[in-house]
C-alpha cells in the first residue's frame, strides 16, 4: 500500500480523533507562534486534515498548508470556516515551489519519522524558505520510546494498519537538520516522555 493510499483510506477517522495530549499540543502552538510575524508566509507540511494550520493562520500573512494525500486534503476543506488566508493543497514537497524569495516559514508537524527519505525532506524545506527563514517542526522519536511500540509497529504495517515509520533518536533528529545549511535555535520535548522533539532551524 502506497502512503497515499494509507492517508486517503483513514482520512475520514482521522479527522474525528481527538488529540491525545492537548497539553502538549498547547505547548507546542504557543512556541510556534513565538516564531510567527503578522507579515509571515508560511508553509506547513503535511498538514493533514488542516486544524493546526487553521489555528495558526489567524497569525501570519498566510498559511500554505500541503499533504500528500487528497483525502486529508478533502477533510481540511470541510473544516474551514470562510477563512481568507488559508489555502489547502495536495502536493508533494518536491512540486513545490516557493514564492518569490522564499516562505519565511516552513513547518512539519509529525511528519519527519513517516518519511523514508530524511535528507531529501529536510533540503526540500531548506529550499522553500527564504535565506533567514525558520523550520519548525516535531517529530516522534521512536528510537527512546518503550520496546512494545517498536515491536507493535511492524505488526500493523503488516495488516495494513500503519504506515511506513522511522525510528528516529533526538541526535539523529538533529543531525539530520542541521547538516543542510539550518543553524538550529530552540529545542524542546511537548511532551518530554516519550519524546517528541520540537525543533527551529533557521536557514544560513
Known amino acids: 500500500m502506497t502512503a497515499h493510499a494509507f ?18 499540543y498547547e ?10 510575524n503578522a507579515d509571515d508566509h508560511v508553509l506547513e507540511l503535511g ?20 499533504d500528500i494525500s487528497p483525502g486529508m486534503i478533502a477533510q481540511a476543506h470541510l473544516r474551514m470556516n470562510g477563512e481568507k488566508n488559508v489555502t489547502f493543497e495536495a502536493a508533494e514537497p518536491h512540486e513545490l515551489t516557493p514564492p518569490d524569495g522564499g516562505y519565511d516559514v516552513v513547518m512539519a ?4 519519522h513517516l518519511i523514508e527519505d ?11 524558505l527564504k535565506p533567514g527563514g ?13 520496546r512494545f511500540v517498536k515491536l507493535i509497529i511492524p505488526v500493523m504495517q503488516f ?11 533526538i541526535t539523529e533528529l538533529e543531525g539530520a537538520i542541521a547538516w543542510d545549511g ?14 517528541n522533539r520540537f525543533l527551529v532551524a533557521r536557514k544560513r
Open 134 to 146: 525558520v523550520f519548525i517542526s516535531k517529530t516522534p522519536c521512536l528510537a527512546h520510546f518503550n
Open 47 to 66: 498538514c493533514g486534515t488542516g486544524a493546526t494550520a487553521l489555528l495558526l493562520a489567524p497569525h501570519v500573512r498566510h498559511m500554505t498548508a500541503t
Open 159 to 169: 495488516f495494513g494498519k500503519a504506515p511506513f515509520v522511522k525510528s528516529l533518536s
Open 27 to 36: 505547548q507546542t502552538l504557543e512556541r510556534i507562534r513565538a516564531h510567527l
Open 7 to 24: 492517508w486517503d483510506g483513514i482520512a475520514p477517522k482521522y479527522a474525528k480523533q481527538p488529540i491525545k495530549d492537548q497539553t502538549a
Open 118 to 128: 530524511t535528507e531529501g525532506f529536510v533540503a526540500d524545506a531548506h529550499r522553500l
Open 109 to 112: 508537524q509529525n511528519l519527519i
Open 182 to 195: 539550518f543553524e538550529i535555535i530552540e529545542t524542546g520535548s511537548y511532551p518530554a516522555k516519550p519524546p
